[in-house]
């Protein structure tokens, strides 16, 4: 019998339109000076930002537009230094992965000396709650908005490592899937991928519970089941569901983390500038192979509600998923060479690493990488 425990802070309102709440939940945080972090274009041109501007109507609103991809230590330095200076007592993060880790950084700085360089190098640890704190994404595919993690590129290191300090929990997620619907089609392919990637991490981490397999058990389904349509057809429904999909691997994922993927990527990410997404589905369908006699008895009855025969069956689907979304199969592709495989091998090993279900080597990684490059 399983002895576990689980822990989730965040306060969470999901549902289509919700967006338009965000006010009753600034009140409820006693916010009075704002400090929004965002993506550099995204929020203006698909009218987010003049929707907050009006939400928000009275308050003082101060903009940090500059997140990008994989926020870098500077972006996010720079950032806490303007939300000092604005004097603000709250920070809202709007956007995806990035914009949501960047926020998490911004707000956790204001309360803890130093640059978040000097937290990542574990020079320093969060040693108080910022300020408060609310996440919305506008990606389906990191489930950020209720995770404690903060990825940031270590450009000096090329790596990106992460702190994870329960404090930096965001008080509120609020999930609206409708603020979904402007990702550009290669973009909700990424993300969607990611969410499969962590859920079916999730599902087979030494490290699960019944509380976290549950949750990844329905998310793996409704990824499996949705993405496709969410992607090709963006139907509300399939859209819908794969914000769900999202926002439940990053509950199971706060109190577990991931397993072998997830570091993986972040060689492919930093040196061949891969989205997020793609850089950890690429491995998908290998390492459910390498792990298939692990999984099995596990897989059983996910399987049975997914109609496939088996491991292999399973890991077959989402290559065809790859294909018909037309993600990367291939490291040759992204323009990995063979030489480069023993370097991705050593950097991609991660803490997580440990928790896959089958003991990963480094001359395991490299087998992985040859059969897909
Ligand atoms: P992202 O945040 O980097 O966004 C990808 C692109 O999509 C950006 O150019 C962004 O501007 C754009 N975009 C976002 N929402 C949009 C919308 N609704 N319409 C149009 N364009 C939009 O991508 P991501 O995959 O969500 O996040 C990746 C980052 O999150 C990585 O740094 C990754 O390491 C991190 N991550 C964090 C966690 C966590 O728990 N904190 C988990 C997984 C990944």
Redo the contacts with the bound molecule.
């Keep these: 019998m399983e002895e576990w425990k689980f822990y989730m802070p965040t306060r969470i309102r999901f549902g289509w339109g919700r967006f338009k709440e965000i006010r009753e939940v600034v009140d409820e945080l006693h916010g009075r000076r704002v400090f929004l972090v965002t ?4 929020a203006k041109k ?1 009218g987010m930002l003049e929707k907050l501007t009006d939400f928000l109507k009275g308050l003082t609103l101060e903009l940090y537009g500059e997140i990008e ?3 870098s230590i500077e972006t996010v330095d720079k950032g806490a230094a303007l939300c000092k200076e604005a004097g603000s007592d709250l920070v809202i993060g709007l ?7 960047a926020g998490k950084a911004i707000a956790m700085l204001q309360k803890n000396p130093g640059s978040i360089r000097e937290y990542l190098d574990q020079e320093r640890v969060c040693q108080t709650k910022g300020l408060p704190y609310i996440a919305i994404p ?2 389906s ?4 908005e209720v ?1 404690p ?3 940031v590129t270590h450009k000096a290191k090329r790596a ?1 490592p992460a702190i994870a300090p329960p404090e930096i929990f965001p008080d509120v997620a609020l999930v609206d899937p409708e ?2 619907m ?3 089609f290669e ?1 909700a392919v ?2 969607g991928l ?1 969410a499969l990637c ?1 859920a079916v991490e999730g599902f087979w981490s030494t490290q699960a519970n019944p509380v976290t397999r549950a949750l990844a058990f329905q998310a793996i389904k409704l990824a499996m089941e949705n993405l496709e349509q969410a992607c090709l057809t963006k139907d509300k429904e399939s859209v819908n569901n794969m914000a769900l999909a999202s926002h439940l691997t ?1 509950i199971e ?1 706060s109190n577990i983390g991931n397993t072998a993927i997830h570091p993986l990527s972040y060689p492919i990410t930093l040196d061949y500038n891969v ?3 793609f850089a950890c589905a690429i491995f998908l369908p290998a390492v459910i192979r390498f792990n298939a006699q692990a999984i099995e008895d596990r897989f059983r009855d996910l399987l049975l509600v997914l109609n496939l025969s088996g491991v292999g069956a399973f890991a077959d689907r989402v290559d065809s998923f790859l294909e018909r979304l037309k993600a990367p199969k291939r490291l040759s592709q992204l323009g990995v060479k063979a030489e480069d495989i023993p370097g991705i091998a050593k950097r991609g090993m991660g803490r997580s690493t440990a928790w896959n279900p089958k003991p990963m080597a480094e001359e395991d990684i490299i087998q992985i990488c040859k059969a897909i490059l």
């Design positions: 993506g550099k274009q995204f698909h991809e994989n926020p956007g995806g992965g990035s914009a949501l880790d506008t990606t595919g990191t489930g950020s995770t993690f903060t990825v990106k603020l979904t402007s990702m550009p973009i990424s993300t990611d962590q990053g994922m989205p997020h997404g």
